[in-house]
């Protein structure tokens, strides 16, 4: 269940299966779309395939530890040999979390769409360094595989979202403190760096736009 990472036009032929949760895949973003415009345009193929993808990911990505695999080959049937990008999880989780509130709106629960998302969160808050950051990605074994924490910022609108919908304080806490931290080394030193996963830790635009979702979402929640 997916879309291809690379197809060639004008055909669409896919040459590349490999998969990620968020990032330049997205698909799960791209479930929760099908989903929402299948269900607005009376096109239930859209929301089947829609569904699909939102179940390949929640019914087969998740570890031990909590935390989901973020990048899989649909058509080898494996994972990746990739670590767990925060980048990747900030994006991934929105995704199933807009598709399960779009559908609980409707009357329609997917208790196990909720529970992968309470699993993650849970996951992000025990990672937390005491500073309110997280490193940019980690082993399976929750050690981290980086110095960097300059991704921290992609997941405090995950962790509001969460705050909102289950009313757990520790991830409003969470987020609070990324967002601090976020200001205070980012922002004061316009250092907005490790947005992407194929990429060392440099500076990138999309680092500074992930920072402004952080910042406007606080704002949101506490008005601060």
């Known amino acids: 269940w997916g879309t291809p990472f690379v197809a060639q036009l004008p055909d669409f032929d896919p040459n590349s299966f490999s998969a990620e949760i968020g990032f330049v895949g997205q698909q799960t973003g791209i479930g929760y779309q099908l989903i929402r415009y299948g269900t607005l345009n009376n096109d239930p193929e859209a929301v089947r395939k829609g569904m699909g993808i939102i179940n390949y990911w929640v019914n087969g990505t998740m570890t031990e530890t909590g935390c989901p695999r973020v990048w899989v080959h649909l058509s080898a049937h494996q994972y990746e040999p990739q670590p767990q990008w925060v980048r990747e ?89 990324a967002g601090e931290w976020t200001y205070e080394r980012l922002y004061k030193g316009f250092e907005y760096r490790g947005g992407t996963c194929d990429q060392s830790d440099v500076m990138d635009k999309e680092s500074g736009i992930y920072a402004m979702f952080a910042f406007t979402a606080l704002y949101e929640a506490d008005r601060d």
């Open 89 to 177: 999880i900030g994006d991934g989780l929105e995704g199933i979390l807009d598709a399960w509130k779009f559908e609980h709106d409707r009357g329609n629960e997917h208790e196990n769409w909720l529970q992968y998302c309470v699993s993650t969160a849970d996951w992000l808050t025990e990672r937390q360094e005491t500073d309110g950051s997280w490193f940019r990605a980690y082993y399976f074994d929750n050690k981290p595989c980086m110095d960097s924490k300059a991704s921290t910022p992609c997941v405090v609108r995950f962790l509001l979202q969460m705050h909102e919908i289950t009313g757990k304080q520790a991830y409003l806490d969470a987020a609070v403190k």
